[in-house]
Each structure stands twice: as C-alpha cells, then as structure tokens.
C-alpha cells in the first residue's frame, strides 16, 4: 500500500481561561487580608481606584490606605494623576484590559497564580483542569495536598479515576513536589523532576523514619547497598525542597483575622462578613471624567480607558466574591447549628455537594469560596474548609456521623488511657468505637490516628515509661 501525506482536521476541546477569569478564581480563594494586599498593589498602578473608607477600616497591619477626600475623590491631585498615565504609558503599559491583568498577573508570585497559569497552559482536558483548579485550592502553605483519596472524592463529589488522571497530572507542575501527598512523596517528585530517581532511591524515601534515627547501617541494609555507598544518596536527599511552595509568598506575621464572624441572632447562628477586614473599593469616575475632557492624546487615552475599565471590572468582581462567600457561609452555619453551641463532638456530615445543591452552585464555587478562610465563632477560630466532613456510618440504625467527630472521639479515648499498661491498641479503639455504634475497620483507625499526629500504641507505650522511669 502506498503511503502518501494527507491533512486532516480533527476538534479538541481546550480550557481556555481569559486573565479575568483567572483572576476572579483568584480574587475567591483570597482571604479578605490577602485581597486587600492585592487591592493597594492595583491602586499603586490604577489612578481611578480607591479603597471605600466607609465600608473598610484599616486591616490592621498598620498601613494606611489611600486618602479619601469628603467628596469621594482621591487626596492625589488631578494634574498628578495625569502625569503618573503619562509615566506609566512611556513605560509601555497601553493596551486593553484583558492585556493589562495579564501582564500584572505574571508579575504575581504567589503560589496560587503560578499553578493556574500552568493548568490554562498545559492541562487541556477540561474535566481534568476543572478538577485541578479546585485542588490548588486545597494546598497547605507548603505546598501539599494532605487530604486522603477517599475525603476528597467524598467532599467534592468525584470519582477515584478522575482523581488519580488529575493528581498525574498535576504533579508534572512547577514548583516540583507540590501536590504531594507527604513527604516522602514530595521529595520523589522532585527526584523524577530532575531525572534522578531509582529504585534505591525511592528505598531511602520508604525508610525515612530510620533516617530520622540516624541509623545509617540499618537504612544501608534496608536500601540494600553497602554502608560506603549511602553518602550520594544522602547528600542526593538533602539538596532537595521539603517545602516546595515555600518559595512563593511568604509567611505573613500579622495575626490572623476571621473572614467570616458567627453571632447568634433569634436564637440561631448567623453568617456575617467580618467589616473589619473586608475592602470595598470605588472607581473614581469624576476623575475620569475630568481626565477624558481634558486634552490628550489617542494613547494616553486608550490607556486611561483601559484603567478605567480595570476599575470597574475590580469593583464588580470584589462585590461578587463577597456575596458568594457570605451564601456560602450562611449555608454551611444553617446546617451546623450543632457545631457552633456544643464543638467538633456534634458536627454534622457535609460535603461540597450538599451546601453547593442548597445554593444551587457548582463545587467548584463553594470550594474556593472555603479555600484559607476563617471563621471566628464562640468556641474560638476555625477554618470554614474544617467545618466539612465525610460521613461514617452508625451501625444499622441508619444514621452517621462526621469523620471530623469521629477524630475527636479517638483523641478523647487516647486522652483518657491509663498509662503505661492501659494503652489502647487501633483494633481496641475500633472495638471502643463499634460499642458505641461507630464501625469501622483498625486501618481507618489508624488512618484517622496518624492524620491526628497521635503516635502508635508501641509508641505511647514506650514513651509513658520513659517518663515514669525518669519521674516526669
């Protein structure tokens, strides 16, 4: 059979995702500290914003926002604001709006930021960058993605499959390690990032507790190499980033403020937004006014239309994010009543999917809406993303429980050994579980166990007569 060239024309879907979309995924994730951050870095480049002072009070950070003349301008002059479009065009800032949020969003360094441009980049089936876009959501400062399978299937509403084609893919990104699921796994993405792993290798990761020890003939042998040999492998380890996000924005010092405040009203929990710290900004259009009458150029104003346009998509997009969060919240504070009077022990079953059908929006939504965001309530400040959890079965009677509660019931019996002899083993603690109608099997025991940071049985044992022998 001859062969011979031929075109063919073939459709493929791709998720394409315009700088504000991006943006307005972004503006959602934030806490109401970190939208503020980004608000004044906008104003510092956009003459036509300006935080509304009447609506937002100072973050606490001690820095002053921009001034706030009595007829809703700006304190900057107007022949100022001028000159600083003029400036800020010869730097070659012109263009439409769409061009300007992309070229700040790529001066941004945030953890969040990075990966998405990655996703809109490299991820094209859209099934799979939907869901990746939600887990960047999930990350812990370090870059980790700690949630267990089965939690983030329950609580998105996901299947396994899709889940593990996602995580695939998502672990090819930059930073290399992020998405990991623990340690070991962080520092083997790293390894295959720079083409470095090998099965022994991935032998010294699977013993990292013996590396802990310091017991370098006993992690010689479980690698199964000689003990002369281990130094490459060791010094290979060391050169890696335990924390692969901490690079990107730093640990801020400021002490932590509540997005959402729950009071109670008529007997019942209420959702409010914490004022204190939620920015609401104006668009100065008299300014901008004044600016279009005045006698420019094309392109300067091209380019004040541009800011202009920016402004006004800011100050929708802060309004819409701030509805969102409170419906959310609202949500989730009208089925955990429980919760908010008596602790962790009544906390309800509920996942992304019940409070996202209730308000009738997508998962997505409701999880970036939770993602870093905290609520301050009676019983202290929890974040709002804590306040979901899976549901275990009751035994036959039909009812369950929250995994969440579940945890805290494991604490309180580890709490509660008589130590040393009375140490709980994971089948006594399902045993303990079941007789009070929570079956479950020892391993999901000792999953919940280790997601407690508690130490195993041998462990607590050893550690209670290692004080009584030393009289602690």
């Known amino acids: 059979m001859a062969l011979s060239p031929r ?3 073939s459709q493929k879907q791709k998720l394409m995702m315009n700088p504000q979309m991006r943006q307005a995924i972004e503006l959602l994730q934030m806490t109401n500290i970190q939208l503020t951050d980004m608000l004044k870095s906008e104003m510092e480049q956009n003459p036509f914003l300006a935080f509304d002072e009447d609506h937002f009070r100072d973050s606490g950070n001690g820095e002053a926002s921009r ?8 304190g900057v002059g107007l022949s100022d604001k001028i000159e600083a479009v003029r400036v800020d065009f010869a730097c070659g800032e012109g263009g439409d709006v769409a061009a300007m949020l992309e070229n700040r969003a790529a001066e941004e360094s945030g953890l969040t930021p990075h990966i998405l441009r990655q ?21 812990d400062e370090d870059g980790y993605l700690r949630e267990s399978d089965g939690e983030i299937c329950s609580t998105i509403g996901v299947d396994s499959e899709l889940l593990h084609q996602t995580l695939k893919q998502l672990s ?28 022994t290798h991935q032998a010294l990761l699977d013993n990292l507790d013996i590396l802990g020890r310091g017991d370098l003939k006993a992690l010689a042998k479980a690698m199964d190499i000689d003990a002369d040999e281990i130094a490459p492998y060791l010094q290979a380890v060391r050169a890696l980033d335990p924390r692969p996000a901490g690079g990107f924005e730093p640990v801020s010092n400021a002490p932590a403020q509540p997005d959402v405040i729950v009071l109670e009203a008529d007997g019942r929990w209420q959702a409010y937004l914490n004022e204190d710290s939620l920015p609401s900004v ?6 901008w006014e004044e600016m279009a009458a005045r006698k420019i150029t094309d392109e300067e104003r091209k380019f004040m239309k541009t800011n202009v346009q920016s402004a006004r998509w800011l100050k929708k997009a802060t309004q819409q994010r701030a509805a969102t969060l409170l419906r959310v919240a609202r949500a989730i504070v009208a089925r955990q009543q429980g919760f908010f009077t008596e602790g962790l022990s009544v906390l309800q079953p509920m996942g992304l999917r019940d409070i996202a059908d209730e308000i009738e929006m997508h998962e997505s939504t409701v999880s970036r809406s939770v993602a870093g965001k905290l609520v301050q309530t009676a019983n202290g400040q929890f974040s709002l993303r804590e306040l979901f959890s899976s549901a275990i079965g009751r035994g036959g009677n039909g009812k369950t429980e929250s995994a969440q509660a579940v945890k805290m019931r494991i604490t309180e019996l580890v709490k509660n050994e008589t130590l040393p002899n009375g140490v709980l083993s994971d089948d006594e603690l399902a045993a303990l579980l079941a007789d009070e109608g929570l079956v479950m099997a020892r391993r999901t025991v000792a999953k919940y166990r280790n997601m407690l940071n508690i130490p195993s049985s041998a462990q607590r044992r050893r550690a209670a007569k290692i004080a009584l022998a030393s009289g602690a």
């Open 119 to 139: 996703i809109a980049e490299e991820i094209t089936d859209r099934e799979i960058a939907a869901l990746g876009i939600e887990l960047t959501g999930w990350l």
């Open 172 to 199: 090819r990104l930059s930073p290399a390690g992020v998405f990991a699921r623990n340690l070991a796994d962080c520092l083997r993405l790293q390894l295959q990032a720079a083409g470095d792993w090998t099965p």
């Open 67 to 74: 001034a706030i003349t009595v007829d809703g301008t700006s």
């Open 282 to 287: 104006l668009v100065l259009e008299r300014d």
């Open 7 to 9: 075109l063919e024309i």
